[in-house]
């Protein structure tokens, strides 16, 4: 197929889809005048219900947290994924990467940015844990605190070298804390069970004080987890494509 | 007014299809793929979204406080974050394509088979 009729016969899909999507709208409440009822109820209850004053937190970890299980297992392959696709093939060896470049010129990390990163190195971990550990109560939670906690590795590599990154976040560690963050959404689910309560019951004391950090149980504990595991898993990839810099591939086809 | 962030996220959507459609490479194809998932974002915001009413969360105001739908936004809160990864997966391939065929021309890597 020619690139022309290639787009023509996406222009001629898109223009059915277009039309489908428009008269779908005419059927939907107009923007700002949500119909509910789904959401107002659990804004109404969940507060009560949970301890958690952030509801979308109580949402991911606890009303539809079975889905959320999903939705990190997701993540979880795709780290694995990653790790597979671009493990060394034959022929590959590792090579520093300034040998490959020899006619270009790598301007090394200018000192502005290396004492940036470095400055924000401890911020970027602090918030990292204060996200993490507070999904209860703030627009927080694991998945936004693992992100940042893996941006604070990244600042040590741009702070850095790769090797120090590489010192400081080993790979087998960072398989390991992954899994454990993994294995332990799945566990808590697993210990309401043993309890003899439906999967990823609420089970821990729930605390008095609506939106304290010590309040709503077994969400913040599932924030934790879901933290370490997206952490881990944004390092693995992170490292993993750095590490295909220093490759070098002997034989070309 | 009633529809416009709904027309904006059939935009978004239809706009990142044709890029993939016509992308001559593949790293450009995978942010067109982004683009397209935005649109979702868009949409689920929009569907949940209440006129004058609060962020879901009643740390500091009152519980009957009238909210936005806190399901779609976490929903995309997820989806963001699942995204990434997805993209991380489908560049790692795009790294394993230009290995094995020298090419990151979606048009040309279709010449090439196994």
Redesign the interface.
């Known amino acids: 197929m020619t690139p022309a009729v290639r787009r023509w016969v996406f222009l001629a899909g898109a223009a059915g889809l277009a039309a489908f999507y428009v008269w779908g709208l005419t059927g939907l409440p107009g923007f700002g005048n949500y119909p509910g009822p789904y959401g107002d109820m659990i804004n109404r209850i969940a507060v009560a219900q949970t301890k958690a004053t952030g509801v979308v937190s109580a949402i991911n970890f606890e009303y539809r947290g079975f889905d959320t299980l999903g939705e990190e297992f997701i993540l979880f392959t795709a780290a694995i994924g990653v790790a597979t696709v671009l493990r060394h093939l034959r022929g590959e060896r590792e090579r520093p990467a300034r040998d490959e470049a020899i006619d270009r010129n790598v301007p090394a990390a200018s000192d502005a940015v290396r004492m940036v990163s470095l400055i924000l190195v401890g911020p970027t971990l602090l918030m990292g844990w204060f996200l993490t550990s507070h999904a209860q109560t703030s627009p927080s939670g694991g998945f936004q605190g693992g992100v940042v906690l893996a941006t604070s590795f990244v600042l040590i590599y741009l702070a850095g070298e790769f090797l120090v990154f590489r010192r400081i976040s080993p790979l087998d560690v960072t398989d390991a804390v992954g899994a454990v963050g993994a294995a332990g959404f799945a566990a808590v689910g697993l210990t309401a069970v043993a309890m003899g309560l439906p999967y990823l019951s609420n089970y821990l004391p729930l605390g008095s004080t609506p939106g304290a950090v010590s309040s709503s149980g077994t969400i913040a504990l599932i924030s934790f987890f879901v933290g370490i595991e997206v952490a881990a898993a944004f390092i693995l990839i992170v490292s993993e494509l750095l590490d295909q810099t220093l490759l070098f591939r002997q034989e070309s086809r | ?7 904006v996220a ?1 935009w978004i959507l ?1 706009a990142g ?2 890029g993939i ?2 992308s001559r490479h593949l790293v450009h194809q995978i942010v067109c793929l982004i683009v397209v998932q935005s649109s979702t974002y868009v949409l689920l915001l ?6 004058g ?1 609060a ?5 500091d105001i009152p ?2 406080t009238p ?8 929903l995309a ?6 995204e ?3 993209t ?2 489908l ?3 795009a ?2 394509a230009h ?2 065929f ?1 090419t990151l021309d979606p ?1 040309e890597l279709v010449q090439f088979k196994g």
């Open positions: 007014m009633g529809i416009f962030p709904f027309i059939a239809i299809l044709y459609v016509t929009g569907v949940g979204y209440k006129r009413a962020a879901p969360y009643f740390s519980v009957h909210a936005v739908d806190p399901v779609v936004q976490a809160l997820t989806d963001v974050v699942v990434a990864a997805v991380a997966l560049l790692a391939f790294i394993q290995k094995r020298g048009q």
